[in-house]
């Protein structure tokens, strides 16, 4: 177990529904046919990509912490929690299963801690980055992985441990 990121606890007491289990209950299982489950995955990552400009909790909010899904207006704005929030809810919407999507955090020298969806396919999981517009599984980052959403709980964060190039994130 881990602790969940303090952003996120933020965001759950402001918003419940964003956090539970139950969360918008898709109709299309992680078995999904992978081609069509990977050409969704790169169009919903390319348009939300697009369609909001990132911009820094500071500059959006005032405060260096703040986990949200950008408002629909014409240009969103958010940082990579909030475009990863994003992306999932498009994907649910979309016909994904909840429990094949989660928020994992990252680090990386230059850009320090990041946050990325990462959805679960027959052939492992695959990272849908706001640096990067190419889909990609886990293993083909150079990120340090440090923790993951549960795939039976949203509240509930995971330790990631022993990770290799022929496992899963989780």
Same mark, same amino acid.
């Given at each position: 177990?881990?602790?969940?990121?303090?952003?996120?606890?933020?965001?759950?007491?402001?918003?419940?529904?964003?956090?539970?289990?139950?969360?918008?209950?898709?109709?299309?299982?992680?078995?999904?046919?992978?081609?069509?489950?990977?050409?969704?995955?790169?169009?919903?990552?390319?348009?939300?990509?697009?369609?909001?400009?990132?911009?820094?909790?500071?500059?959006?909010?005032?405060?260096?912490?703040?986990?949200?899904?950008?408002?629909?207006?014409?240009?969103?704005?958010?940082?990579?929690?909030?475009?990863?929030?994003?992306?999932? =809810? /498009? *994907?649910?919407?979309?016909?994904?299963?909840?429990?094949? +999507?989660?928020?994992? &955090?990252?680090?990386?020298? %230059?850009?320090?801690?990041?946050?990325?969806?990462? =959805? /679960? *396919?027959?052939?492992?999981?695959?990272?849908?980055?706001? +640096?990067?517009?190419? &889909?990609?599984?886990?293993? %083909?980052?150079?990120?340090?992985?440090?923790?993951?959403?549960?795939?039976?709980?949203?509240?509930?964060?995971?330790?990631?441990?022993?990770?290799?190039?022929?496992?899963?994130?989780?």
């Amino acid at each position: 177990m881990a602790d969940a990121p303090s952003g996120f606890v933020a965001m759950c007491a402001r918003d419940q529904t964003l956090c539970r289990p139950d969360h918008a209950t898709g109709t299309v299982s992680s078995s999904k046919n992978r081609n069509n489950g990977l050409e969704q995955l790169r169009n919903i990552n390319r348009h939300v990509n697009r369609d909001i400009v990132q911009r820094s909790d500071w500059q959006s909010y005032g405060t260096g912490e703040h986990w949200a899904k950008p408002a629909p207006r014409a240009r969103a704005t958010g940082d990579c929690e909030d475009i990863a929030m994003e992306k999932r =809810a /498009r *994907l649910v919407a979309s016909g994904f299963d909840p429990k094949s +999507l989660f928020l994992a &955090v990252t680090y990386r020298p %230059r850009n320090g801690l990041h946050v990325v969806l990462v =959805a /679960r *396919l027959e052939d492992g999981d695959y990272i849908l980055d706001n +640096l990067y517009p190419q &889909v990609v599984h886990w293993y %083909r980052t150079d990120y340090v992985w440090l923790r993951q959403q549960s795939t039976d709980n949203p509240k509930s964060w995971l330790t990631v441990e022993n990770m290799t190039t022929d496992t899963s994130v989780s």
